[in-house]
């Protein structure tokens, strides 16, 4: 980079950007909070460190990486992202909670409705041919405690 493009990081370091400074990829100088945060957190030597010990594939996530982790801390300076992890983490377990009593409302709504009796097919069809309606709605009700 020339000097008149630096990065977020030189500019921000106040230092001329090298045309292989390990910022200039992954803190651009339109977005010049993201390497702040980034700074207030891990500072600009280890920063470096860890970019430069990446292979070049891997640095644009870690970059990614670091900026949220950073503010995540910044939000949350006790937990940080681990806090928001146990936040989800809490959600899921309550979630499958109220699956599992779903699931076992459904078995045992089941297990009722077979052990009332329920009409097998032929019956329900046999039924639903008859003159009158209503007996039909009343007999099929009644078997499974619907109707009083």
């Known amino acids: 980079m020339t000097s008149t493009t630096r990065c977020a990081a030189c500019k921000y370091l106040r230092r001329r950007c090298s045309s292989d400074?390990?910022?200039?990829?992954?803190?651009?100088?339109?977005?010049?909070?993201?390497?702040?945060?980034?700074?207030?957190?891990?500072?600009?030597?280890?920063?470096?460190?860890?970019?430069?010990?990446?292979?070049?594939?891997?640095?644009?996530?870690?970059?990614?990486?670091?900026?949220?982790?950073?503010?995540?801390?910044?939000?949350?300076?006790?937990?940080?992202?681990?806090?928001?992890?146990?936040?989800?983490?809490?959600?899921?377990?309550?979630?499958?909670?109220?699956?599992?009593?779903?699931?076992?409302?459904i078995l045992v709504l089941n297990a009722n409705t077979t052990a009332q009796g329920q009409p097998h097919s032929d019956e329900y069809h046999q039924l639903a041919h008859e003159d009158d309606a209503t007996p039909i709605v009343d007999t099929f009700y009644s078997n499974r405690g619907f109707l009083t």
């Open 21 to 105: 400074c390990i910022f200039s990829p992954y803190f651009p100088s339109h977005n010049p909070q993201r390497f702040a945060s980034v700074h207030s957190i891990y500072g600009a030597s280890n920063i470096g460190k860890m970019l430069q010990q990446l292979p070049a594939n891997l640095r644009a996530e870690a970059a990614d990486s670091l900026y949220y982790e950073a503010q995540c801390r910044i939000q949350d300076p006790v937990y940080g992202c681990v806090g928001m992890i146990s936040i989800l983490q809490q959600q899921v377990n309550h979630v499958q909670n109220e699956l599992a009593k779903a699931q076992a409302e």
